[in-house]
């Protein structure tokens, strides 16, 4: 087990695209990292770069102490989960585990014990002389994690391991990795394009855009404090509304309709403020923003309200219990606004 | 598996579409080969005059003839040989060219271009190449102090037309491999080597493997060839000699059909090259159905 170690690390790939930008990140002994971010934004690139598969343009990896630039993938005692999972198809399951160990010279005898014991835990028993083919899906995964944990590596790394699920399957299997992981302790980075996942598995995570960090954080505090417009569009469902509005003497308006007041800390001017559809709420009677409702999605226990203030397309979540109409009046707390700068869309201080 | 259906409005279409095949594979395979077939059982006199039934008589022969015997022999190590050299070489040059990461394009369209060369030109440069006169191999073999003469030597004879026949068949056998390679999925070797493989153990323990049924197919396909259609080579090579060292069974049916006018015993000769040939195919069909599939 070790902390990795990542220093200005660029990746410019043959052909001049720039995948991944000075990145600098360090990850603790046994802390679990979601690189999270849409299609592509270089977070395989960034995860291959660990793992040795990609050569580093410039900036250095290390892993534990040592700095793994110019280390092939098989010394840096990695284990890498692909998202086709990538089992060698002629290999019953036992010998899918046992082939990195038999390639290290591990005596027979603890091979065994060891792909039992991997084997137990993910419960594939029943299919170790299996051959892959004849395994569905969801054990095919679970393989792809035995053959990662036999090896007893230094860090896990994965990416996107749970795309070719189903739903369902993908749900139950994230909760177990995340188990796993805490059991064995073991370092891991892990690639998603998929922000539930990160949220759900995460110690830290790290957003990726246009191959830079946009903000690194423990996901609570990534989704009530997003370090940009692009953060807070990423990171929760239904994603956080955005709107372009003016402050004048801690009154916000949108549209020239104020929707709130009394904010304080944030300069006047123009800024996009952004607001979570659970912020969002019928306003007591006789006051509030008048709320166009265009359509509704129902998610059973929450019912999404989709509508506008002054043409500014915003959602809202509401209990199903509320009655609706079609146009309603709505308040906003003041304290739960989010301000970015109108240009760079950073978040502003407040 | 989803077909596409043409109805056709005439009903006589179809076949006069399958025609120009069908008349291509009656005239020129299944009429021979019955005549080769009927000829087996027969014996014609010296001077051609009457033809006999014979029975099997021609095929028994055979089993006494020791020049079809060394035949068989030199058809055993040529048809294995050609195999070998033409698969193995095939394998090399579409792994090389799969580590390649510049110019492999180039290559692969030079690495294809001696299947588009005839068998007879082939054979011909290759004896050019080989020639002990004005050759440039034996010039360069004298200089490490072999001296070549493949119309006096055996093995010299066996190895020409060994390499004279193998030669196109490694394009053949190049493009099967790049193509088998190519399926294999990148990320099952980039596995590999996380999981402590180098490249040669990986190449053995997940590639071949892997390529095991494109191999099997090409041992097949390569040695039907060999025994099959290899003639023009040795025809313009050494033609059978020296005394019968090159004499492979295609090429003795020629000899002794229509040079020795012994047509029975050629047919009968054959006929066993396509049984032979027959066989192979079953083999291989029914290997690629359970055997090789992982
Ligand atoms: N081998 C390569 N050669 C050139 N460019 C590449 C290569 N691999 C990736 N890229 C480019 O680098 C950028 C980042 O790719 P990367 O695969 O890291 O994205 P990603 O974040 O993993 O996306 P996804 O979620 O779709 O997997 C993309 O613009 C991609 O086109
Ligand atoms: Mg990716």
Redesign the interface.
Known sequence: MSAIEITGVSKVYAGGVRAVSDVNLSIADGEFIVLVGPSGCGKSTLLRMIAGLETITSGTVSIGSRVVNEVDPAARNIAMVFQNYALYPHMSVYDNLAYGLRNRGVPKADIDARVAEAARMLEIEPFLQRKPKQLSGGQRQRVAMGRAIVRKPDAFLFDEPLSNLDAKLRVSMRGEIRQLQRRLGVTSVYVTHDQLEAMTLADRIVVLNGGRIEQVGRPLDVYHNPASTFVASFIGSPAMNLADAEVTNGLVAIGGQVVASGVSGVKDGQVIVGLRAEDIQPAAPGTGVPFAVRYIEELGALRLVHGSVEGRHLTMALSPDLPLADEIKVAVAADRLHFFEDGSGRRMTR | MQTKRTVFGNRLLPYAFLLPQLAVTVIFFLWPATQAVIQSFQREDAFGLSTTWVGLANYADLLHEPTYLNSLKVTAIFAPAVTLLSVGLGLVFAVSLDRLVRGSRVYAALLVWPYAVAPAVAGIMWWFLFNPTIGLLPYLLAAVGYRWDHSLQPTDAMILVVIAASWKQVSYNFLFFMAGLQAI?K??I?????????PV?RFF??VF??L?PTTFFLAVINLVYAMFDTFPVIHATTGGNPAQSTNILVYKVFVDGFIGLNLGSSAAQSVVLMAIVVTLTVIQFKWVERKVT?
């Open positions: 999925p990320s099952m980039e596995a590999a080597a996380i999981d402590g493989a180098g153990k323990t997940i493997p892997l095991s992982y």
